[in-house]
């Protein structure tokens, strides 16, 4: 969770850093994941005709393409770049960090660029691959020579029945408590809910259903329309509900 | 399979087509190598700030900033459905709903904390505030990184994690959805524009105010306003006789409401003008078609009488201030000052019970009126200023308020001779309009001396006293101490004047100008040499001149 209203430092930002913001292809920033050391490649900066030109290198043993398959990586990524400068524009961009504790601002946009592979052989065969693992299909038919035996096989009784009997044989029949004891129970239920459906009501109470109906006929009254139906509230001079508030439990 | 090798291979071969037609390759003259790193391990996630570049945000200048996220989305749990303490509650509700949800397919979204917006707020409570709401999408075919500079002149590249978009919000008050569609409706008959905010303060303000005397008081203000507005519309003469006719079966039946009245019609009036000032010309090119809107006199609105009224007389009344606006180049520092005022004001003003104090009022209003039309440093002007000050000073307790309705009247009033005498005849009470109207007469030679005896009188006794306070709005006078205001040439005044700072002869004689004192320049030279001989000052000289000044 995020500390609330968290002061942003600003110190980078009155530094006035100009930072550079490059969109990279998607498989370049996988090969720079990759990189161990964190030296991914060389920048380079230069004029030619007037204009600045960058270019950036990638390193010889990031170019190692993983596939995924069965075809051995023959294809490489290529390792020339150029970067196509763009200017801002219409937008003013600044950058900010989100640690665990605090938010800093890191700078201003002042370049944006686009990060372009130089146009090869192996960027195309690159692309190639690419392009025939994203057109397979995610779901595949295939056909099977024998049929399939394993599932669904007759069962004399099933598992989670077997269970659930033993848990029935266990609990037992369930008895008849004192009639007070009984009555104490129903109205603390009441004192949390207004409305109880009578299943609820048996598995609060343990009480087999036709005794506690009764006692809820003595103390309770049944709505069987309305917006609570098929449920039981306790009978108006019993209830004593406040505005949502506490309740009083009212004894006879 | 085959098909799509196909497509495989003719895309391949458009590929191969595109590279040679981008062919590469240019010598360069001149490059820097830089080693760009990727760091692995920060915890830090970097994000994307977009402004957009018209909202003029620079980073460099906060102060400081705030940032948090907006959670105003979340649904606590359970908090949207009612939650009712134990009465009425069933058994095992919520189980219940979550279920019935299922089953019919509603999925709620998960409250993520990192999608919601982010909240910044720059320099603190008077800065600005921005939201920040993140734009998807941005990195599912492209990364961005972030590359910096490092110290050591490598690159260091960063993953960006998000984008978000910041845009600032407002904190000037917005009309509603319901409100605007209202105000859309009556786009074409609206003149005045402020007004409409105006209004809607107004509206605000009274029904905050428990009181109902405070909320009489607004809604009489407001008609005051719009009454006076209406008729003063069109033309002068009309204005005049309608206003003296409408207002004397003014709604203002209490006692000491004369004086309020006009006093509250200079108190809105200038407030409309404040108004009014930003959007005079637009007024003016529309007056055509408004002037006949405020009109109460068969007027066929298909709206409420109550809300029209108010509007359309706002309206007008804020029209009725575009001639005057124009000509008068008041500061609108003095009119800033003025609505806060002029609202204090109005209200003072009904709390006045003396009947003696109309004429003295006529007075303040009369010199309020000359000082107003008069923006030029003339004397006379200041004089004028700070008699009504000084009258204020003496009558009310706060000086400031008298330093207040001395600015408002400054810009109020209007700047020609023909517009102050509407105001002033605006009053229903003849008394004061007759009394206006003499001093009109009177007040372009001088103070007239039927009343400045009493009026210099008090100005004498009150002139150490004065104002300090007054002289802040008037602009105008570089001459206007806070000490000189004396209108005689006594020896008392020439003393003050040389205890606080050495004065030449001229700059004494500049003191006590002939207009003011009614003195020719001869007598004055006579008898002001007559005072300094008498108080034998000290000389002294100051850049080659002679400067007189006394010690205590």
């Given at each position: 969770m995020s500390v609330k209203g968290q002061d942003v430092d600003l110190t980078r930002a009155k530094q006035n850093t100009g930072v550079w913001l490059v969109k990279v292809p998607k498989y370049l920033s996988q090969q720079w994941a990759k990189a161990s050391g964190g030296e991914v490649g060389k920048l380079k900066i230069g004029k030619a005709q007037g204009k600045t030109v960058v270019s950036f290198n990638l390193n010889e043993e990031l170019t190692v393409v993983e596939c995924s398959g069965?075809?051995?990586?023959s294809v490489r990524t290529p390792r020339e770049h150029p970067f196509a400068i763009q200017a801002v524009g219409g937008q003013t961009l600044a950058v900010f960090t989100e640690s665990p504790d605090k938010v800093a601002l890191e700078g201003m946009v002042v370049h944006r660029a686009e990060c372009r592979p130089a146009v090869t052989e192996s960027y195309m065969k690159l692309k190639k691959l690419q392009i025939e693992e994203s057109t397979k299909p995610l779901r595949l038919s295939q056909r099977l020579d024998k049929a399939v035996t394993t599932n669904y096989k007759p069962v004399s009784n099933h598992s989670h029945s077997v269970e659930y009997e033993k848990k029935k044989k266990e609990e037992g029949k369930r008895a008849r408590a004192d009639k007070q004891k009984v009555l104490e129970m129903l109205f603390s239920a009441f004192e949390k809910h207004q409305y109880y459906n009578i299943k609820d009501l048996v598995d609060i109470t343990k009480q087999p259903v036709i005794y506690l109906k009764e006692i809820l006929r003595e103390i309770g009254v049944y709505n069987s329309?309305?917006?609570?139906?098929?449920t039981w509230e306790l009978k108006p001079e019993y209830r004593h509900y406040e505005e949502g508030q506490e309740d009083e439990e009212k004894l006879e | 399979m085959k098909l799509s090798t196909q497509i495989v291979e003719e895309l391949y071969s458009l590929f191969e087509v595109y590279a040679e037609m981008t062919s590469l390759g240019s010598s360069s003259s001149s490059t820097t190598e830089y080693i760009v790193r990727v760091p692995k391990n920060t915890s830090k996630k970097y994000n994307i700030m977009a402004f957009?570049?018209?909202?003029?945000?620079?980073?460099?200048?906060?102060t400081q900033a705030r940032m948090e996220r907006d959670?105003?989305?979340?649904?606590?749990?359970?908090?949207?459905?009612?939650?009712?303490?134990?009465?009425?509650s069933e058994f095992g509700k919520k189980q219940r709903e979550e279920a019935r949800r299922k089953k019919y397919g509603i999925v709620s979204k998960e409250f993520k904390v990192e999608d919601q917006p982010w909240i910044l707020k720059v320099n603190g409570k008077a800065g600005r505030r921005f939201k920040g709401l993140k734009k998807g999408g941005?990195?599912?075919?492209a990364s961005f990184y972030i590359f910096t500079q490092s110290a050591d002149g490598a690159f260091e590249a960063f993953p960006v994690h998000a984008w978000y978009n910041f845009t600032p919000q407002a904190k000037h008050r917005t009309l509603t959805a319901e409100e605007a569609e209202e105000e859309w409706g009556r786009r074409n008959k609206?003149?005045?524009?402020?007004s409409i905010m105006l209004q809607r303060r107004l509206r605000e303000k009274e029904r905050g105010e428990e009181d109902e005397e405070e909320g009489e008081k607004g809604g009489k203000k407001k008609k005051k306003k719009g009454a006076r507005g209406g008729d003063l519309r069109i033309h002068d003469l009309e204005e005049d006789l309608e206003m003296s006719s409408d207002d004397s079966e003014g709604?203002?039946?209490?006692?000491?409401e004369d004086k309020s009245k006009a006093k509250k019609d200079k108190g809105p009036k200038g407030k409309g003008k404040k108004k009014k000032k930003g959007s005079d010309f637009e007024g003016f090119e529309d007056s055509d078609d408004?002037?006949?809107?405020?009109?109460?006199?068969d007027y066929m609105s298909d709206e409420s009488s109550s809300d029209e009224e108010e509007l359309e007389k706002t309206k007008p009344n804020k029209g009725e201030e575009v001639p005057k606006g124009i000509d008068e180049m008041s500061d609108s520092e003095e009119e800033s000052e003025e609505e806060n005022k002029n609202e204090d004001d109005a209200k003072e003003e009904e709390e006045e019970e003396d009947g003696k104090k109309t004429p003295v009022q006529v007075e303040k209003k009369k010199k309020k009126d000359s000082s107003g039309e008069s923006d030029s440093s003339e004397d006379s002007d200041i004089e004028g200023e700070e008699a009504s000050a000084l009258f204020m000073v003496k009558k009310r307790t706060p000086p400031k308020r008298g330093g207040g309705r001395g600015s408002a009247g400054n810009s109020r009033t209007?700047?020609?001779?023909g517009t102050p005498s509407i105001d002033n005849a605006a009053t229903s009470n003849t008394l004061r309009a007759a009394a206006n109207k003499l001093e009109q007469g009177k007040r372009q030679i001088v103070v007239s001396s039927s009343e400045t005896p009493s009026a210099k009188r008090l100005k004498m006794e009150l002139s150490p006293q004065s104002?300090?306070?007054?002289?802040?709005?008037?602009?105008?006078?570089?001459?206007?101490?806070?000490?000189?205001?004396?209108v005689q040439l006594t020896e008392d005044a020439v003393r003050r004047y040389l205890i606080r700072k050495p004065m030449t002869t001229k700059d004494l004689l500049k003191k006590f100008q002939t207009k003011r004192t009614g003195l020719s320049s001869e007598q004055t030279v006579n008898v002001l040499a007559q005072i300094l001989k008498r108080l034998n000052p000290e000389r002294k000289n100051i850049n080659d001149k002679m400067h007189f000044y006394l010690t205590e």
């Open positions: 069965e075809k051995v990586s329309k309305g917006p609570h139906k098929s | 957009n570049s018209g909202d003029k945000v620079t980073c460099s200048t906060w959670m105003s989305n979340r649904r606590i749990y359970g908090e949207e459905e009612t939650t009712e303490g134990v009465a009425g941005i990195t599912e075919n609206v003149v005045n524009h402020f709604s203002m039946g209490e006692d000491g408004g002037d006949f809107e405020g009109i109460e006199v209007g700047s020609r001779p104002a300090s306070g007054k002289n802040t709005p008037q602009p105008v006078s570089g001459k206007s101490t806070p000490s000189s205001s004396d």
